[in-house]
Every structure is written in C-alpha cells, then in structure tokens.
C-alpha cells in the first residue's frame, strides 16, 4: 500500500481509500480498480496523489473485453448448439449458481466485477436457454433456500431474458436485460450478511443502508467502463415504480427506463415465489394476483400483463409474502 501522485498511477491499481468527488455525485469505495475513466474523474477534482495497493495491481486489457462484448452475437450461434450438450436444467442450475457464487465474492471482497466470467456466463449458460420453455417451469421447482442471493439474481436473469422474449424485444435488447437481471442486486455484496438475511422488517437506518445498493452495484458495473448504459440504469432504477414509490429517486411512468420495469417485474415476482429458511413463497398465480392489487399501480401493467399470461400456463405450484422484502 503506499500514497502515489496521480501521474504515477496506472489502470488496474486497487484504490486503499473512500474518495467523494467534490459535488458528492460520485463515491468511489476502497478496493475500487482504477480505469481509464476514473482516473479522468481523478484529474478532473483536481486529485493530487491517492492510496493504492500497489501489489495487487492488475492489467485490465479493456480492447479485450470490448471484443469479447462485441463478438458476442457471433458466439450466441455456437452457444446454441453447445447447450444441446448440457446436463439436465436442474443440475445446470446448481452449478451456475457455484459460479455466480464466485463472481459475487469476487465483487465483494476484491472490489470489482469480473468481466469474464458474467460475460462466459451469459453467453454460454443462460442466454441460449431463453428459446426454451423448461428454464422458465424449472424456475418454479422445488427451491435452494441457502443461497438466496445467487438464486435470485439467477433467476432474475432468466424471468428478465424470457419478459424481453415474449415481448418482442431484439436480440441484444434481450442479452442485455439478461446481464441486468443478472446484476441487478450486485450492490448487494456491500450490506453484511446479518442484513440481508434478517427475517424481520428492516429498520429505517438499516432499510437506508440497503437501499443503497441499487448504488453500490451501479458503481461496480460502471467501473469496468464497458457495461451498456441501459443495463447500468436498469440496475439503479430496478426498485423505482410507476407511480413513483420507488427509490432511490421516486421517478414515476415513463422516467423508468423500459429495462428497469421488466427487471423490476421479475425482480418482485421471484422474490414473491421465493422460499426463504424463515418463510415459504406464494404459489405462482398468488404472486401475480399481488403484484397486480396489492401492488397496483407501481409495475409496468403490460409487462406485467406478459408474465401473468405464461404463469397462468403452469400447472398448479404451490408453495406467506413478506411485501417489505419488495423494497430491497
Ligand atoms: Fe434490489
């Protein structure tokens, strides 16, 4: 760890402090990697030198990633094909759900996202499962509770992808609500686990300190300065609400970006069908009979009215809400 000028430090060295930019728009964490973007923001407060730790600096080929992120509707084709080869949907799950583990912690205690992996993860495990129908009834079989976190953003991931599909969206309009529904709740690995796993309704001050990680998670997809701003907005908005009873902001109809009401629509539902170790989740149709009355008003009703006509396909699931969950 050693305090560098501003002119001696380079991409991929890991922040050692908390920085706020001078309007205190922008808060950037210890075990922040510096980019190229944020070592223009440095510049620009007029920063003269930080704390980093030099040793675990990194080299953050950005060309590398940006090609990866480019070819990937080259390589959705041969994804396709490679999915005929995985195990069953059920095992599939599992172990992707051990890899976003890894991804998560490395968000946690490193500081940044790991590109790679969510990318590979995406394009090769989750994506081309979007053109079948069996992920989305395997979303509604029997359900891990001890993972939660990684279950749920899994999930997200799959609900938003098949909203996307079943309402005509593009190929990479439905890629990147895949990846947003992935990360909405990334923010997530900066609240301790005693908060997240509380099985009483929050605190005010605890219930602040959550709510903040529609920030958090925005600030570490942004740091890789390569995520798509839609997916970016889809992840600060996704506890926004149509009549504005959201948060963080409050913003209302059409300020809502489009990704964020379809995030939040699956965002709610899963959490709604969830089984937690202190509860068991509402069958299908009772989550959408919630999300449409006793939510009334706050979710995108077309979106809403698209996931309500696949679940009134299932067959009979069932499986006590807690609706302050909703908010976090
Ligand atoms: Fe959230």
Known sequence: MSYLQLSEIKFGMTLNQVLVSPNGNMILGQGTVINEYLLSCLKEWNMKGIDVIE???IEINLAEIEKVISDIGVSLTDSASMETHLQSAAQMHSEIETELKGIFLRAKYQGRIPLDPIISLVNMRIYPRLSRGDSFTQLHTDRVTENYLYRHALDVAFLSGYLGRWLGYEDNEVWNLTLAGLLHDIGKTRITFEMLSKPNKLNLEEFNIAK???????QLLAQTGIIPNVVLDA????HERMDGSGHPYGISGTEVS???RIVAVADVYDTLISNRYYRRGVSPKEAIQIMKFQMEGQLDTHVLACLSESVLKLDGINRMPMLHELAM
């Open 212 to 218: 903040f990680h529609v920030h958090y998670g925005c």
């Open 55 to 57: 040793e675990t600096a």
């Open 235 to 238: 992840v600060l908005q996704h």
């Open 258 to 260: 489009t990704l964020a």
